[in-house]
RNA sequence: GGGCCGGUAGCUCAGUCGGUAGAGCAUCGCACUUUUAAUGCGGUGGUCGCGGGUUCGAUUCCCGCCCGGCUCACCA
């Protein structure tokens, strides 16, 4: 008989010696006293002496080490990602719930009641007083100094992940700091928060493939957003003149350590500014993000020195001039002629050559946080024209670590102008472009009611959280990324044949 | 989608120049009433990712496929 199937087998059969001893193995609550990192937080600098006047607890927790020895023992329970151990004596329990710790497995979920103490070797230890049984663990956990390393198993399994490697934990313990962050600093400058279309009957806001669905009721194909861009401008010309979500977006494009289909990204739209208030606000958001999250300005990623305090700022041209490689270098001129920059590009015009220039020679050396700006507006059809350059617009992107993190710009509010954008961009889609923008003509209509100047920004949670939390791929800031199917798994069979 | 790397016990890994496999932890049994990777002794546990081919014989060699990782392409 495979191991597996033994363990469960044996395990199944310590219910019923649990429920004999008058216990259920699957408990309905537990009213703990002090969460156990509560236990450390309020007694862990307590002397042997200090602890001396019975300090009752009730504690609760996943059995992560187990030591019996004889008439006594040890176990460690995990709680909330710290461990406390528990020290179970037999002539201080009761006969049942010794008989009881005898039964415990490691992965058994246990609540303790005892008085505080410290061991011979000084630890801070629960004296068990009474046992009870709250939860029954029916497979092996991961062995306790390895722990889970199977990549693809803790990606599909990320429950075990989590109990394993408390690192991962901190990850999205530092995930969620982040994203309160940034709310908390919107909400306190007055941004509504507001949720807009996920399945939507034109997709609209990026450059993207979409995913599509299907209603049943209204017969209508919908796709999944790519971006919630063009609803939260209607809602800046409704009048909801400081708007941000965030949400999923969904692009039907490739998968790698910097993409996942689904994705996180925080958009924000404040009218009366243009893209230079945003660039203030974004230094503003993302050093205090950085501060929430990590406690300084300044963080390691990759072993290189990130300061979210200290942003450079290039321009798109300037950036390809200083990472230019190879003796043919550039002056500033040549690549404001359109064409030299034909001619250096296989793209078919002078922006979209500028843009693929930069990202072939700029992008992944922008390690430190770096503003870029002075976009072409070929790549750019929901941005304002610049003033002096119609064809630029007022467009920045925040680079780290190699990656962009976030876009924004002055919303183009012209409703003539965007018309003319849409259909450049539906050109190109006959053109073959499967990325190209879509018409949206119920959103030129809301530009026809006239939309306030604005600056709006997307910031992606993920790369974000990747840069924060030094992790190499996006999969290890996403609890659950998109994998392939795994294929059988066998175990409701196992358990069928168990059952009474 | 292309290239490279990987898949051996529940976990972490070794190994077989082709003769059907091993360690530690986990698990089971015994001993042990302050342990810390507890300790000591003894056991159980494997369709070596899947399917073909070559061979007297394949986990090992060849081909195809599945899953994962990295990378290129694409993208944010």
């Known amino acids: 008989m495979a191991l597996e199937d033994e363990m469960l087998r044996q395990r199944h059969e310590r219910l019923a010696q649990i429920r004999e001893l008058g216990f259920e193995p699957y408990g309905h609550a537990f009213e703990y006293t ?23 607890v009730r504690v609760a927790g996943r059995i992560a080490t187990i030591r ?10 995990l709680q909330n990602g710290e461990k406390l151990q528990v020290y179970i004596k037999k002539d201080a329990v009761r006969e049942s719930n010794y008989k009881l710790y005898e039964l415990l497995d490691n992965g058994d979920i246990i609540g303790v009641t005892g008085y505080l103490f410290r061991t011979k ?50 990850v999205f313990v530092t995930r969620s700091k982040i994203i309160a962050s940034l709310r908390r600093q919107l909400d306190a400058r007055g941004f509504l928060e507001v949720e807009t279309p996920m399945m939507q009957l034109l997709y609209g806001g990026a450059a993207a493939r979409p995913f599509v669905t299907h209603h049943n009721t209204l017969d209508t194909d919908l796709y999944l957003r790519i971006a919630p861009e063009l609803y939260l401008k209607r809602l800046v010309v409704g009048g909801l003149e400081r708007v941000y979500e965030i949400n999923r977006n969904f692009r039907n494009e490739g998968i790698s350590t910097q ?97 693929d220039l930069f990202e072939r ?8 946080p770096t503003i870029i700006y002075e976009f072409p507006a070929e790549i750019s059809p929901l941005s304002k024209n610049n003033a002096d350059d119609s064809d630029f617009v007022d467009r920045f992107e925040i680079y780290a670590a190699g990656m962009e993190i976030a876009n924004a710009f002055t919303e183009l509010n012209d409703p003539q102008e965007q018309r003319r954008r849409f259909e450049e961009q539906l050109a190109r889609k006959a053109g073959g472009d499967e990325e190209a923008h879509v018409m949206d003509e119920d959103y030129i209509r809301a530009l026809c009611y006239g939309m306030p100047p604005a600056g709006g920004e997307g910031i992606g949670i993920d790369r974000l959280t990747m840069i924060l939390t030094n992790s190499k791929s996006i999969r290890d800031v996403i609890l659950f990324p998109l994998l392939r199917p795994e294929g059988e798994i066998g175990l409701v069979e196992k358990l069928r044949s168990l059952a009474p």
Do not use: C
Request: charged residues 30%; proline residues 3%; hydrophobic residues 40%.
């Open 34 to 56: 002090h969460a156990v990192p509560d236990i450390w937080a309020e007694y862990g600098q307590k002397s042997a002496e200090e602890l001396a006047n019975r300090i009752e």
């Open 68 to 77: 019996r020895m004889g008439k006594a023992g040890f176990l460690h329970l």
């Open 121 to 170: 070797t000084g630890e801070l230890t629960v004296h068990a007083e009474e046992i009870v049984f709250l939860s029954k663990i029916m497979l092996a956990l991961p062995e306790k100094w390895h722990g889970l390393e199977d990549i693809e198993t803790r990606y599909r399994q990320r429950y075990l992940d989590l109990i394993a490697n408390q690192d991962v934990r901190n």
């Open 259 to 355: 993409h996942n289909p689904e994705f996180t990204m925080l958009e924000f739209y404040q009218a009366y500014t243009d893209y230079r208030g945003m660039i203030e606000l974004s230094k503003d958001l993302l050093r205090q993000t950085a501060i929430d999250a990590t406690g300084s300005s300044e963080v390691t990623y990759e072993g290189r020195k990130l300061n979210f305090g200290n942003f450079r700022q290039l321009t798109m041209r300037e950036a390809v001039l200083e990472f230019w490689r190879g003796a043919d270098k550039p002056s500033l001129a040549d690549l404001k002629d359109p064409d030299w920059l034909l001619r250096h590009s296989q793209e078919k015009s002078p922006g979209l050559a500028l843009a």
């Open 361 to 368: 020679y700029a992008e992944e050396h922008l390690i430190e």
